[in-house]
Nanobody, 121 residues
């Protein structure tokens, strides 16, 4: 099993930037994919972005494409989510997720505890 720990959440103004980090520990296979989901109050959890370990496959939801950038540093077993030009509807708890196959379908195997991102006007 892999443990995931997020950091970097907080309060940010509209149009500002924030970077989230997620560090994985445990047995991490080369096939391991990591990504980000978010859940706003009263809404369902939604996919945000994902990246495979090689960095050759990157996915974004339409709502963040062009504003958010996912990247990874395998030496640190860490995935980043650079959030730029944030909007009020980006306010949510952001969760890091990981899976030996994919995080884009089904329910990922591993989850972090979540980090709050609040966009203020």
């Amino acid at each position: 099993q892999v443990q995931l720990e997020e950091s970097g959440g907080g309060l940010v103004e509209i149009g500002g930037s924030l970077r989230l980090s997620c560090t994985a520990s445990g047995r991490i296979l080369e096939s391991y994919m990591m990504g980000w989901f978010r859940q706003a109050p009263g809404k369902e959890r939604q996919f945000v972005a994902a990246i495979n370990r090689r960095g050759s496959a990157i996915y974004y939801s339409d709502s963040v494409k062009g504003r958010f950038t996912i990247s990874n540093d395998n030496a640190k077993n860490t995935v980043y989510l650079q959030m730029d030009d944030v909007r009020p509807d980006d306010t949510a708890v952001y969760y890091c997720a990981g899976d030996r196959v994919t995080v884009r379908v089904g329910n990922p195997e591993d989850w972090g505890q979540g980090t709050q991102v609040t966009v203020s006007s």
